[in-house]
């Protein structure tokens, strides 16, 4: 919460940047970079999917989700870790072993994994959101086995075979002595009362939803970036603040899928954002079976040889570049005239190399190196023509140095067009203990 409460203020410190043609100054904050801030995580969200169309495949690809009965809500909130990593292996477990199944497809799946942990309303509602390709590579390794158009597998089997598993892995640490238990699982500590909570759960019928495969790899990237690197609250979603009450607008799938407003108060909105805060170092988004990380290459590059097809290149977008290079400029980062949040400087010579003095001292931009020159078109088709040139490890090596340099890249005047914006001004992001204090917030 400090974090977030901090984020594009002055208490990260920030950077001043300026034409070197003109007069044009901009002022920006530093941003938290926290991963459950709703104003960060844009570029670490491009370049992710950046990397993701290299194992697309030319497949249909299904959307399934995992959902937990509520009445598992309470005792995953005091162990969240063990519970959220049991949902994750026996959503993979489960899809893996219905799919290897030969009275179904008898092939070895993969899927992209994300854990979400709420609801349009902010309430803790634990799901796993899994987008499958259609098909998967034979368990002898000889072909490639094509689902049916429009179905995968039977979400009844999904959803029974789901319910078994994490039922089964939940009593295994219950035994093992792994379970935290208080407030209203207090009374689950006793081994007859959860014997009883359990059966209760394997009653429930568990539902697993399947949609409809997406029309293209394009429309999968875009509802890719809907779910990863996302927080429970997006900007967007505040409508107004009147006193200590804040108006939210959510869906309600419940009505046709109408836009509605709820009122909370200032207190209750923090303490249901507050649910949705992982465990320090947790990894939401997981790609499994088929699409795991070790040996997937090769798995991949046998997969397009049994479906006929081509590996993707990627070329890193303008857009991409853009947003890796600076910040966006925007009402929140950018600083009034009259009241500017750095130290006063004064405007930039025309020359190439403008100079400002701050507390005694003189700080001279460089200028524009060969690289720096680059428009992002050039930029393109240079990356292009290098990676194709070079192949393996150099090749790669190559790539990353490029994406590198192509990080401090400066970037045309908005004003002028025709000078390049240096930071002429930075100050120090505060670190450690300093951060910590730099900005506290009022917790009691």
């Given at each position: 919460m400090n974090a977030l409460a901090a984020c594009r203020t002055d208490a990260l410190g920030g950077h001043v940047d300026a034409c070197t043609h003109c007069a044009h100054t901009e002022y920006y904050y530093h941003s938290c970079g926290d991963r459950h801030c709703p104003s960060c995580g844009?570029?670490?969200r491009a370049a992710w999917l950046e990397r993701q169309q290299r194992d697309l495949l030319a497949v249909p690809y299904f959307h399934l989700v995992f959902t937990l009965p509520h009445e598992l809500s309470a005792l995953l909130l005091g162990n969240r870790k063990i519970l959220y990593d049991v949902l994750f292996t026996n959503s993979s477990q489960t899809l893996q072993t219905l799919g290897a199944d030969p009275k179904h497809l008898?092939?070895?799946?993969?899927?992209?994994?994300?854990?979400?942990?709420?609801?349009?309303?902010l309430e803790h509602h634990p799901h796993i959101h899994a987008v499958v390709p259609g098909g998967g590579l034979a368990l002898d390794g000889t072909k490639w086995l094509a689902s049916r158009e429009n179905y995968l597998l039977p979400v009844q089997v999904l959803g029974s075979l789901f319910r078994g598993k994490y039922l089964a892995d939940l009593r295994v640490a219950y035994d093992a002595g792994q379970l935290r238990f208080g407030g209203s699982?207090?009374?689950?500590?006793?081994?007859a009362a959860f014997r009883r909570w359990l059966s209760d759960l394997y009653a429930k019928n568990w539902v697993v939803?399947?949609?409809?495969?997406?029309?293209?790899?394009?429309?999968?990237?875009?509802?890719?970036?809907?779910?990863?690197?996302r927080v429970a609250l997006s900007n967007g979603r505040l409508a107004k603040l009147e006193g200590e009450h804040v108006t939210l607008t959510y869906k309600d799938y419940t009505d046709s899928c109408r836009r509605k407003e709820m009122v909370l108060e200032g207190v209750e909105l923090l303490r249901r954002f507050a649910l949705h805060v992982l465990p320090k170092g947790y990894v939401r988004v997981r790609q499994v079976g088929l699409l795991a990380h070790r040996d997937r290459t090769e798995r991949l590059a046998r997969c397009r040889l049994f479906l006929g097809s081509s590996?993707?290149?990627?070329?890193?977008?303008?857009?991409?570049?853009?947003?890796?290079?600076?910040?966006?400029a925007s009402e929140e980062t950018v600083a009034s005239a009259a009241e500017p949040a750095f130290p006063t400087i004064a405007p930039?010579?025309?020359?190439?190399?403008?100079?400002?003095?701050?507390?005694?001292?003189?700080a001279t931009t460089a200028a524009p190196t060969i690289l720096a020159c680059l428009d992002e078109s050039k930029w393109t088709a240079l990356l292009l023509a290098l990676i194709l040139a070079t192949t393996g490890t150099l090749g790669c090596l190559l790539g990353a140095l490029l994406t590198v340099a192509a990080t401090n890249a400066r970037r045309r005047c908005s004003q002028c067009g025709r000078g390049w914006m240096a930071t002429i001004w930075e100050g120090a992001r505060p670190r450690g203990r300093r951060r910590q204090a730099a900005k506290p917030v009022d917790t009691s």
């Open positions: 844009g570029s670490k008898g092939a070895r799946l993969g899927a992209i994994m994300v854990l979400h942990t709420w609801g349009q309303q699982t207090a009374g689950l500590a006793d081994p939803f399947a949609k409809k495969p997406f029309a293209g790899p394009d429309v999968l990237l875009k509802y890719l970036t809907r779910y990863t690197h590996p993707v290149t990627v070329v890193p977008s303008a857009s991409v570049l853009a947003a890796t290079c600076t910040p966006p930039p010579s025309q020359a190439p190399t403008p100079t400002c003095a701050v507390a005694g001292t003189t």
